[in-house]
């Protein structure tokens, strides 16, 4: 198995990788050979995916259903050389191999802390794809050694909570009570409005801080996250509800690695529709369960920053979902009108409410609007009249078409009795209808 060999990897629902703190994507390989001829015991993983990022090279198994089982990288730190490609007549009859050398335990096992001994793995590249440039920014990413960077990071905010603090003792007096506390974070809101200053001075500036401003967004949604696992007791409605709207703005802020055509090169749809499907749960869940393409179109190119997609891309990206086994789904409907839905979510609560009301006295008399159907399931008024559409497609509903617009109105045809169109049952909505109309 893989994993006695390599770290497993960790996924998202839709086969993404989940990157750690500061770890960008620089390029994807497919229908890739992972081994190594020095350790016969070492598995031959064939035709999966490499993933490069600037702190690991994952290897993803072509089959969805197994990638939670067989996923797996290779941390970069752990790489001792990068062997240079060779030239020769031979290599022009078999398949490009990328090989570089590793640091192991005595068992075989790939680690990135000082290794007793070392390997060579070998990836055989078999799609038509570019070895060469894949090559060179393998390099690049080893040289550039990102993850010292996020290590001294870590361990400079963890030094200031412990070691530091006996030189900032004698320069200020320390952070105690209520005005301690707020002065400190006042000295943090100082620090990340300077930085959003200089972030917003030109478009180059803002290009630059880009990467910064996620990162601190996501320092920030990850402390307000365990504020609220470890201060639940004692908060009252108010500020719980501000916690919440801040969650929701930072978690739309950014995506710390977004895909784009020259990282992905020819898997750019596909990979880009398995990143739309983990962005889009968010506001599914605040939507309802449905949320329109032109929503989503917004809040994803913001989210993306500067890599922003085409409408073309997001229609594509959304398309692939059938191929995939993701939560989510692309759903048209007779009007032309495209949502993204998710799969648990059924039109059925929704008739509900809507049956809920177009049964009050007022609008058993003059009807409802798109706009009070939007009102009462939360959606925008578009999304309401589809809702409307539909239930009058299910016999719920009948329309009326005026200068003013459509007007919904329960559907009484149903419960008319045709040898005699003048009874009344009791309790029946036609007898409510009556009630409602004479009351007025």
Known sequence: MAGDFLPAAEL?????????????????????????????TFPHLKSGLVILTTHRLLWLPPETGTHTKSSCFVPLSAIQHIFSAKKSIKSMFHSPRIRFQVSTTSDGKVTERGGLKSAVITL???????????????????????????????????????????GSLALRPPV?????????????????????????????????????????????RLKLLSGSNNQTSGTNDDEMGTKEEMHDWLLSVGIVSPVTKESAGALYHQQLSRQLADFVKIPLERAGGMINLIDIYCLFNRARGTELISPDDL????????KFDVSVMLRKFDSGVMVIQSKSHSDDEVFTRIRSLVMKPEALQNGVSASDAAMTLGVAPAMAKEYLLAAE??????????????????????ELNPEDIYLVRDHSRYSTWIRAVSSS
Do not use: H
């Open 12 to 40: 998202t629902a839709s086969g993404r990788p989940v990157l750690k703190s500061g770890e960008v994507e620089c390029s994807l390989l497919s229908a890739v050979d992972l081994l190594s001829e020095e350790l016969p």
């Open 176 to 220: 105690v009570g209520v005005a301690g506390i707020l002065r400190k974070e006042q000295e943090m809101w100082e620090s990340t409005d300077k930085s959003l200053q200089d972030a917003f001075q030109d478009l180059n500036a803002l290009m630059s801080k880009a990467k910064e401003m996620v990162m601190l967004a996501e320092k920030m």
């Open 315 to 322: 229609l594509q990206a959304c398309s692939l979902w059938e």
């Open 124 to 166: 055989i590249v078999r799609g038509k794809t570019d070895p060469d440039s894949f090559l060179g920014k393998l390099w690049d990413a080893w040289r550039g050694r990102a993850w010292e960077a996020s290590g001294s990071e870590s361990g400079s905010q963890s030094g200031d909570g412990e070691g530091s603090t006996s």
């Open 393 to 414: 497609g299910k016999g719920l509903l009948c329309r009326d078409v005026s200068p003013d617009g459509f007007r919904f109105y329960i559907n009484l045809f149903l």
